[in-house]
């Protein structure tokens, strides 16, 4: 789904547009919805073992659990974060930010921050009283990055703002104008070596994050289109990053890879998805909104292979671990397919409700989180 920056009489078109950059065809009634496409019988050719499970509020938003060292921060559609043990599944602590949230989490394992409904930003310091919480101008729908003793926030009017991590105090605010939409959901913020890089629009910027002033720009994607939503191309998380080689997605335009230290375009290519990359040495990974799944090859950005097995089943960004690509599915299922080719390696079942977010690794952990709130922890062996 969509959020603006613009008046409110784009709210009906947004809120039917569902998170595309045009009505597909069904929704217009000129055909039925695609079905999605059939699985055959699970071959596991990789062993995969449940390690364990665990259980948070309902996640109706794309609150991506953020991982630090042996940790990993989560939270619930209705304000309540939780820390867990990665390797256990044993609660940590576990605090409410005092209402629904839309944005989160993120954490640099002693801090972890998450944006309300009510627009605030909301701190913990591993307790379930929040640190501190400070008002935002704006609503925001990219989970905090923390860092450096530092909070950093992207609003949806394209502003940046930066915060101390202890006390809530805001240190910089940098504005800058832009197309007058903003999608509703996570934006691109990393840090790369001392730069900050940040989403904004179709580009990638990259920001000193002690005042907020740009070091460089580099264009992913521009908007075309006759009218604003066709001219949508924000960055969307997640992001590949191998060293310096970062490497993002333009929201329904195009794929691409930027040297994050100096902010040189690598390369990009024509994209149609919604979801963010993965990505090792040699590739790079992404699901497309028809349900492809696809791989480029990280120096010059030529397809290396491109799989239709799970044509519309509601993708999430994926996640490269060892000789897989793993993405979750909107049945419930986690697909992992091989990285060389594409093809089945294992099917994994988890509530039956859809994978709320691209799965993560903690350790020799995988853990996926449903929209039901189950969060699961599956250990390859």
Same mark, same amino acid.
Request: overall charge positive.
């Given at each position: 789904m969509?959020?603006?920056?613009?008046?409110?009489?784009?709210?009906?078109?947004?809120?039917?547009?569902?998170?595309?950059?045009?009505?597909?065809?069904?929704?217009?009634?000129?055909?039925?919805?695609?079905?999605p496409?059939?699985l055959?019988?699970?071959?596991?050719?990789?062993?995969?073992?449940?390690?364990?499970?665990?259980?948070?509020?309902?996640?109706?938003?794309?609150?991506?659990p953020?991982?630090?060292?042996?940790? +990993?921060a989560?939270?619930?559609?209705?304000?309540?974060?939780?820390?867990?043990?990665?390797?256990?599944?044993?609660?940590?602590?576990?605090?409410?930010?005092?209402?629904?949230?839309?944005?989160?989490?993120?954490?640099?394992?002693?801090?972890?921050?998450?944006?309300?409904?009510?627009?605030?930003?909301?701190?913990?310091?591993?307790?379930?009283?929040?640190?501190?919480?400070?008002?935002?101008v704006?609503q925001? %729908?990219?989970?905090?990055?923390?860092?450096?003793?530092? +909070?950093?926030?992207?609003?949806?009017?394209?502003?940046?703002?930066? %915060?101390?991590?202890?006390?809530?105090r805001?240190?910089?605010?940098?504005?800058?104008?832009?197309?007058?939409? +903003?999608?509703?959901?996570?934006?691109?913020?990393?840090?790369?070596?001392?730069?900050?890089?940040?989403?904004?629009?179709?580009?990638?910027?990259?920001?000193?994050?002690?005042?907020?002033?740009?070091?460089?720009?580099?264009?992913?994607?521009?908007?075309?289109?006759?009218?604003?939503?066709?001219?949508?191309?924000?960055? +969307?998380?997640?992001?590949?990053?191998?060293?310096?080689?970062?490497?993002?997605?333009?929201?329904q335009a195009?794929?691409g890879?930027?040297?994050?230290?100096?902010?040189?375009?690598?390369?990009?290519?024509?994209?149609?998805?919604?979801?963010?990359?993965?990505?090792?040495?040699?590739?790079?990974?992404?699901?497309?909104?028809?349900?492809?799944?696809?791989?480029?090859?990280?120096?010059?950005?030529?397809?290396?292979?491109?799989?239709?097995?799970?044509?519309?089943?509601?993708?999430?960004?994926?996640?490269?671990?060892?000789?897989?690509?793993?993405?979750?599915?909107?049945?419930?299922?986690?697909?992992?397919?091989?990285?060389?080719?594409g093809?089945?390696?294992?099917?994994?079942?988890?509530?039956?409700?859809?994978?709320?977010?691209?799965?993560?690794l903690?350790?020799?952990?995988?853990?996926?989180?449903?929209?039901?709130?189950?969060? %699961?922890?599956?250990?390859?062996?």
């Amino acid at each position: 789904m969509m959020a603006l920056t613009k008046r409110a009489s784009a709210l009906a078109l947004l809120a039917a547009l569902g998170g595309c950059s045009m009505m597909p065809t069904w929704m217009s009634g000129a055909a039925e919805k695609p079905k999605p496409a059939e699985l055959g019988p699970n071959v596991a050719l990789i062993s995969v073992r449940q390690a364990w499970t665990a259980r948070i509020g309902p996640v109706g938003l794309p609150l991506a659990p953020t991982v630090h060292g042996t940790s +990993v921060a989560l939270a619930s559609s209705d304000g309540t974060v939780t820390q867990l043990d990665g390797n256990t599944g044993r609660v940590l602590w576990q605090g409410n930010a005092g209402g629904p949230v839309s944005a989160g989490v993120g954490s640099d394992g002693k801090l972890v921050s998450v944006i309300t409904q009510a627009n605030e930003v909301v701190t913990f310091a591993g307790g379930s009283t929040p640190l501190w919480r400070q008002k935002l101008v704006a609503q925001s %729908y990219t989970a905090p990055f923390v860092a450096g003793g530092r +909070v950093f926030v992207l609003a949806a009017d394209r502003s940046v703002s930066a %915060y101390d991590g202890q006390t809530g105090r805001r240190l910089w605010n940098q504005v800058r104008p832009g197309e007058p939409l +903003v999608l509703r959901q996570s934006g691109v913020m990393l840090a790369v070596g001392d730069t900050l890089l940040v989403g904004l629009g179709g580009r990638l910027v990259g920001l000193n994050p002690g005042n907020g002033l740009p070091r460089w720009e580099a264009p992913i994607a521009t908007p075309r289109g006759t009218n604003d939503v066709e001219r949508l191309v924000d960055l +969307v998380g997640t992001v590949s990053r191998i060293g310096n080689s970062v490497c993002v997605r333009a929201f329904q335009a195009r794929v691409g890879c930027v040297d994050g230290e100096r902010g040189g375009v690598q390369w990009t290519k024509p994209a149609s998805g919604a979801e963010g990359l993965a990505g090792d040495d040699r590739l790079v990974f992404g699901t497309e909104s028809d349900g492809k799944v696809l791989a480029w090859r990280r120096d010059n950005g030529e397809r290396a292979w491109s799989s239709d097995r799970l044509l519309h089943r509601g993708l999430t960004a994926p996640l490269a671990l060892g000789r897989s690509v793993v993405v979750g599915d909107s049945t419930g299922l986690v697909h992992m397919l091989s990285r060389e080719d594409g093809t089945p390696l294992n099917r994994l079942s988890t509530d039956g409700t859809a994978i709320a977010a691209p799965p993560v690794l903690v350790g020799n952990t995988m853990v996926i989180v449903t929209r039901g709130g189950g969060v %699961y922890g599956f250990v390859p062996e």
